[in-house]
């Protein structure tokens, strides 16, 4: 029977698992279960040996009916835990050594159990405080073009893509991305939060028809483009690092969508900390180098991705689609679209009921707003430019201008 677990209730549930308890830990383990939840929506705890805590831990991630940080008047489905347990499966098979293992599945108590984390960080955390991630883009380049090509049409029989995208219907959460994302931002919707400081530019940008035209066709593009099984959620805050390692969490936004939304998220946070900068570079040189860093790393992600995707293109890609005219439209559509997304992203951040951590840990508001005002610049300039783009020097030039 589904019952939240807690702090107090959690060890005893691992220990009764043996799926988790035999494989992880030891017979005399004593378990100690930690509340670990600061994302936006589930239930997170750590439960570790006492004896060993770094050694033998686990990561109990458990959905709640609604969205943690709202409560109750925001209902969210509880099956986002077993699209969760399904995606890091087939996630594993693309990309092994990419996302976190799963122990355990549990769909009475909708709650995955899965590998601790202990030596990474939430890439968020990280990019506030000027950590240089020398292996990200390599990582998430190829974690990006192996999902989004093994799952389409680009190599899928006909029948086994239409299969798929029957078992990975995911209608709750991505209500909530087509509200959250593409909807109540740009309306006057009593969800939305934003910084008192730039209230003439939120205005400005609800009343702006052709920039909500614009956001409205890529809603639509969203919900009708089903062109890949994609995470659905990547942003900095689902990918978890250290200079060595790269692990992508969180896949229960995953659904049959467009590929470029994934590209666009990891454009758009990297976007959103270069703007965050202002305030969190301790100098102007630290400042300068970090924010050459991460359009660095915009940068090479595209570059990964394409040499990826080009080389499965080579290599795998099901006979139907035999065109070199027809790869290359492909590609340099994706990348427009990754630059649309990339902005939907962006503006979502600053004026929708979402923030992130990069922002929202600016304490004065006055440069929180200076940073904000940068990021609708950017997000502006992609929405109504993307189709212009031919390369990605084009979508970086965008921020560093
Ligand atoms: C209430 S859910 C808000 C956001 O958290 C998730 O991480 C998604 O980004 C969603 O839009
Ligand atoms: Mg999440």
Known sequence: MYTPLTEHTVADYVKHTPAVWAVVFQPDDDLVGIDLADGNVNLVFRVHSAADPLGRSVIVKQALPYAR????SFPMPLERARIEADL??????????LVPRLYHYDDDMHLCVMQDLNQHMIMRKGLVNQTIYPHFAEHIGVFMARTLFYTSDLYLPHDVKKQNMAAHINPGLCKVTEDLVFTDPYMDNPGNVWNPAIDAEAAAIRADDALRAEMFTLKYAFMTKAEALIHGDLHTGSIMVNADD?????PEFAFYGPMAFDIGLVMANLALSHCSQAYHAPDAHTRATYQ???TDTMRATWHIFEREFRRLWATDLNSQWATDAFREQYIKRVLQETAAFAAAETLRRILGLAHTYDLESIPDLEARADAERRALTIG???LMGYRQIESIDDLA???TD
Do not use: S
């Open 380 to 382: 502006r300039r992609w």
């Open 69 to 72: 940080i709202v409560g109750e």
């Open 246 to 250: 790269t692990k992508v969490i969180d």
């Open 397 to 399: 030039r965008v921020v």
């Open 292 to 294: 050459t860093w991460l």
């Open 88 to 97: 890091l499966q087939i996630e594993a098979r693309h990309c092994p050594g």
